[in-house]
């Protein structure tokens, strides 16, 4: 059993950063990834982390966000650089992937969420 903590979210205006950061209650070398959900949205995967795949991201934050892991302190990371109103959202973290038929990847631990409201 993992469990994970997300911290790190608050609010902050367009152009600014912010770092998330998600603890884990044991080390994870199961691949992790960062999705977020706004409001009257669907979940969106934006990226991941995996010793088989490196760093991904969606094409919307690709340039802005980087995926980090920092195995010794079992956290991972999203540091999120130029921010835009449309990043406002509940960011999760999640860990250990798992390949679902029909389905494809699907995580098996999830975070409680932190906010990130991005003003104009």
């Known amino acids: 059993q993992v469990q994970l903590v997300e911290s790190g979210g608050g609010s902050v205006q367009a152009g600014g950063s912010l770092k998330l950061s998600c603890a884990a209650s044991?080390?994870?070398?199961?691949?992790m990834a960062w999705y977020r959900q706004a409001p009257g949205k669907e979940r969106e995967l934006i990226s991941t982390i995996s010793s088989e795949d490196g760093t991904t991201y969606i094409d919307s934050v690709k340039g802005r966000f980087t995926i980090s892991q920092d195995n010794a302190k079992s956290t991972l990371y999203l540091q999120m650089n130029s921010l835009k109103t449309e990043d406002t959202a509940v960011y999760y973290c999640?860990?250990?992937?798992?390949?679902?038929?029909?389905?494809?990847?699907?995580?098996?631990?999830w975070g409680q969420g932190t906010q990130v409201t991005v003003s104009s």
């Open positions: 044991a080390f994870s070398n199961c691949g």
């Open positions: 999640a860990a250990c992937r798992s390949w679902v038929p029909g389905r494809g990847f699907e995580y098996e631990y």
